[in-house]
């Protein structure tokens, strides 16, 4: 096994470790082997429930959630050829927070949050995309960018003026979900979610040898017959779909998308099929670790979810940051 | 074979045209070199092959089919561009970069993977890039880059080859090595456009030189017929001489000391966005 398989392994293995934590840890705390035996459906039947109820959905949500951000992430900086692009930053967090305060303000049934985050999301990254392309820079992911951070500005902005006259519910439960949990995980979530996640990452994965061809501009994309527009649309679209739906089911949590995706390079991950899938499994393992930091650090209170995941993201990415040449 | 034919290109917004008129081929078993000064449309014309830029009126065979006619994917499987510049915000690994250079052949099944490794084991040994493989595009120098690249272009696979400015920034140990690799292709068969500001190279390489001058072709022919002291002088708007090369008795250029005779006319840039 090469170095670099046995990186992978490990990042795995730490994954999987991980996620049976996950399951374990909380209010009440379970031993390996009754874990083990709740997975199995054995043993004592409130441990069950509370295994396959509330800590299984809420450990596959954030399995998810974190693969979902860094598979967006990793797909949209190969096509706009910055370390900086990730899908928040095309508008895709600010849009959802708007369609979700809108939603909050107007006292919509809690069901309906997430689908009117979704709808903003996709109406935000729509606006900016439509922008860019207006512009006489025709396609160039610079354009898109700005277009992105502008379109985020606007969305705070829209945030601000909803919230300011709100009254403390609203505010707070505004709030609550732009800092991101997956505390109130179901099963169904989490099928939606596998959906979009599965579907687009399956769609991203495969078109990875043309990401790698836009990754070297528009001139060589053109010189090896990609139409890199066409291509390069097609990754926009379904890499804001998949964070859009993670942002439906569990609110913004920030930096995964950015930064998951460099320390995947570092992990020796070369063309972008092996950094989309590294990306996956390291955001999965960001996100599942950062939940259980947010519920088993200060209890019972738990901690807001994109908080915890900057925090101990940031110092990782310093790390990795001091050993770039 | 490339052929350009009575080729007119115009850019948006523009008030004349970029490339007007011009005629040229490259045929395969010579280097032919595309040369001029800045802006005198020689990068134009290689958009013009990228299919990144329309025509305004003419037309551009492949083979004697249209370039219009073929899909994007057959016009990479026939022509290979080494571009001037190439973006590496995420620098691959060498030898996922050349394998990059099958990517026109996707889908093509059964004898696909067989196909692929040939093409990749003639490129790396013709451009001598094996003990290259393993490193990272950001950790070459500037002469095993470029090497990389033509190596990229070769596994494409097809029968031309064109580059735009290939030794810019390269030292001469490094360029010529470049220029013999490039005549050891054309040697071998393939059709070899270059575009280039080194003239005197290209006298030495090319076999069929094309001087652009403000869009139009200004002189075609031998480095002989091209490299004019009067003719050269117009175009660069610069006292010089053309002399023999000493060495090998190839016609080279000197520029000499003094002022511009005309102010040259270039044409219009593509609006870079």
Known sequence: MTRRAGRWAAALGVLVVLMLLSVALGAVRLSPADTVRALLGRGDPTVITI????????????????????????????????????????????????????????????????????????AAVSVAFLVAQAAPGRGDSRVLLMAGVIVGAFANAAIMLLLA???????????????????????????????????GGGLLVAWAREIDI???????????????????????????????????????????????????????????RAVILGSAVIGAALVVAADLIARVALPPAELPLGAVTAIIGVPFFLVQLRRLR | MIAFERVVVRYRGADRDAVHDVSLEARRGRMTAIVGPNGSGKSTLVRVLLGRQPLVSGRVLLDDRDLRTLSRTDVARRVAVVTQREELAFPPPVREYLALGRFPHRGARRAGAAADRDA???????????????????????????????????????????????TTYLDIAHEMEAFELLAQL????????????????????????????????????????????????????WPLVVTRDPAVGAPALVPLRGRPRAAPPSTPRPSDP
């Open chain 1, 51 to 122: 295994v396959r109820v509330l800590r299984m959905p809420r450990m596959a949500l954030a399995v998810l959630l974190g693969a979902g951000l860094g598979i967006s992430g990793a797909s949209l900086q190969g096509v706009m050829r910055n370390p900086l692009a990730e899908p928040y930053l095309l508008g895709v967090s600010g849009g959802a927070a708007v369609g979700a305060v809108i939603a909050v303000s107007l006292g919509a049934a809690a069901g309906l949050v997430p689908i009117a985050a979704f709808l903003g999301a996709i």
């Open chain 1, 165 to 199: 006259n709100a009254d403390a519910d609203t505010v707070r439960g505004a709030l609550w979900w732009m800092m991101g949990s997956v505390g109130d995980a179901a099963w169904g979530q989490v099928g939606w979610l596998a959906l979009y996640v599965g579907v």
């Open chain 1, 214 to 272: 836009l990754a070297l501009g528009e001139d060589a994309a053109a010189g090896l017959g990609l139409d890199a527009d066409r291509a390069a649309r097609r990754v926009y679209l379904v890499a804001s779909l998949v964070a859009a739906a993670t942002v439906a089911a569990a609110g913004l949590v920030g930096f995964v998308g950015l930064v998951v995706p460099h320390i995947a390079r570092r992990m020796g991950a070369g063309g972008h």
């Open chain 2, 120 to 166: 990749m084991e003639r490129a790396v040994a013709l451009a001598a890039v094996r003990p290259l493989l393993d490193r990272t595009v950001d950790t070459l120098s500037g002469g095993e880059w470029q090497r990389v690249r033509i190596a990229r272009a070769l596994v494409q696979g097809g029968d031309a080859l064109v580059l735009d400015e290939p």
């Open chain 2, 186 to 237: 054309a040697h071998d068969g393939m059709a070899v456009l270059l575009v280039s500001h080194q003239l005197n190279l290209v006298a030495r390489f090319a076999q069929h030189l094309v001087l652009l001058h403000g869009g139009r072709v200004a002189a075609s022919g031998t480095p002989d017929d091209v490299m004019r002291g009067e003719v050269l002088e117009r175009v660069y708007g």
